[in-house]
């Protein structure tokens, strides 16, 4: 990104009524965090920004994240969008499909995913060579000299952490120039403590759910979770699955309102988890989604009974996957 473009943008703002912050939907901890933080930036040159998500949050570490440090984030049909609301989206990209379109008009997107910006917006920075939007934001307290308080920083790092799966995955310089910076202006505490608690005691059954389902090809798992599993349970218990020696790249999959959520984990570098969704889900016309290339999530838009579900997701992935 120019700054210098980021400065011409806030000017182009200026005159207008409203601005909205819109986070991705079913917005994770970076994109809160990264929406709270640049919400805090736009009040500091002046602006009244409001933040937005559609979707629902079920993580319980994201309702300790917005409970704890008061994050002012709403989902979007309390705030009566109208046609002339401005609106930037963070974390996400307009045109993706994790990306609702809103009422209002969409000027700006600051992410670090694989994605192309729209030519209409006024403005874009993206970046996905970053572990996380968190370590943009940090960048441009910097580039304003604005100190970054101990709620936005305590945000930015769990989300920082959070992306990165603990440091372990998608970290570059700046992510590492960031991470400096955050832990010496973050309540610590807050933030390993959002950090460890990541399930509930409720959720623990379904570890074994995972290990009757689960199926090795390779250095490949496929599994499949019983229906309503939430959908960070998923990431959870991929994270927990890429810890066994002998698997570089998990398959998981859950029924969930009339449509099956898949997501994928690698830690081998011959596997590009976004574009094997993309390839398996978009190019079919089956579902969609995207990601990183070490981690990544999509929706198939139709649902099965739990073993012929487990066939489908194989038949479907199994196809892309270079498995050892
Ligand atoms: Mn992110």
Not at 50 to 59: E, H, K, N, P
Not at 165 to 190: E, P
Not at 296 to 321: C, M, T
């Amino acid at each position: 990104m120019s700054i210098f473009s980021f400065n011409d943008f806030l000017e182009r703002l200026r005159d207008c009524e409203r601005i909205i912050i819109q986070a991705h939907d079913f917005p994770d901890h970076d994109a809160v965090g990264s929406a709270f933080a640049l919400a805090y930036l736009l009040r500091k040159k002046g602006f009244k920004p409001l933040i937005t998500y559609q979707g629902f949050i079920d993580r319980v570490s994201l309702h300790n994240l917005i409970g704890w440090l008061d994050i002012p984030i709403v989902k979007s049909h309390r705030l009566d969008l109208k046609p002339n609301d401005k609106i930037i989206v963070v974390d996400g990209c307009i045109g993706e499909k994790n990306v609702t379109d809103l009422p209002g008009i969409e000027v700006a997107v600051i992410d670090h995913h694989q994605v192309v910006a729209p030519s209409f917006v006024w403005f874009s920075d993206i970046r996905p060579n970053y572990g996380a939007t968190a370590s943009i934001m940090v960048e441009y307290f910097n580039h304003y000299d604005i100190p970054i308080p101990e709620r936005v920083a305590t945000a930015l790092l769990v989300g920082l952490t959070f992306d990165t799966a603990n440091f372990t995955r998608a970290m570059n310089k700046a992510d590492i120039k960031a991470l400096l910076q955050l832990q010496s202006c973050a309540d610590m505490n807050m933030v390993n403590r959002i950090c460890r608690n990541q399930i509930e005691y409720k959720e623990l059954k379904l570890f074994d759910f995972m290990f009757e389902s689960i199926k090795k090809d390779g250095n490949c798992a496929f599994g499949s979770l019983p229906e309503g599993c939430p959908k960070n349970m998923l990431g959870v218990l991929g994270d927990f699955l890429l810890t066994v020696d002998e698997l570089d790249i998990v398959v998981l999959s859950a029924r969930s309102h009339e449509r099956t959520f898949v997501s994928l984990r690698s830690e081998c570098p011959h596997n590009d988890m976004a574009k094997v969704i993309k390839r398996s889900l978009n190019d079919t016309g089956v579902g969609f989604g995207g990601g990183h290339s070490h981690m990544a999530g999509g929706v198939v838009n139709q649902v099965f009974d739990h073993s012929n579900e487990r066939v489908f997701i194989y038949d479907l992935i199994r196809p892309q996957l270079n498995v050892l």
